[in-house]
């Protein structure tokens, strides 16, 4: 394969899987409740400054896509904390980013630090999430990842 060939390889498929995560979190209208339906409740703030309860799906990794939670399923929804199951779809980035394979992973999601966000005082955001593998987990992740929200 020549060199014009495999850079647009690379292209196309970083393209297409950038497109495809993109979608759950800007597309269609997402299963989560809207912050007009819920306003007292804290919000999950979202790649592109969208608040949201409740989310079935919310990018971690809003740079490259290659970190997103899916199929999250709330058992907890307060000012004191956040709850889900879900999975992690985490991208292997091998040999590279763009030709890597997305693998899923089951955790618990919680969300904490609940806090007026500084871009709608009114609102309140988490400004914590914590990822906890039940079995299998991304090589090289500890069983617990804590990471602050943007905000």
């Not at 970083?14 to 809207?34: C, E, F, I, R, V």
């Not at 809003?62 to 000012?79: E, H, M, P």
């Not at 009114?122 to 914590?130: A, F, H, M, T, V």
Request: proline fraction near 7%.
């Amino acid at each position: 394969m020549n060199r014009h060939s495999i850079r647009a390889a690379v292209t196309l498929c970083a393209a297409t899987a950038l497109l495809g995560t993109l979608g759950t979190a800007s597309g269609a209208p997402s299963n989560a409740d809207t912050v007009e339906h819920r306003p007292k409740e804290p919000v999950l703030v979202d790649c592109f400054w969208h608040a949201e309860v409740r989310p079935t799906d919310f990018i971690l990794a809003c740079g490259d896509g290659n970190s997103r939670l899916a199929d999250l399923k709330w058992q907890r929804w307060d000012r004191g904390a956040a709850v889900a199951e879900g999975i992690n779809w985490v991208n292997d980035c091998k040999p590279y980013c763009a030709a890597g394979r997305f693998h899923p992973y089951a955790v618990t999601v919680r969300l904490d630090d609940s806090k007026p966000w500084e871009k709608h005082p009114d609102l309140r955001q988490y400004g914590e999430i914590s990822l906890t593998y039940a079995d299998a987990r991304p090589e090289g992740f500890p069983r617990v990842v804590t990471y602050p929200l943007w905000s």
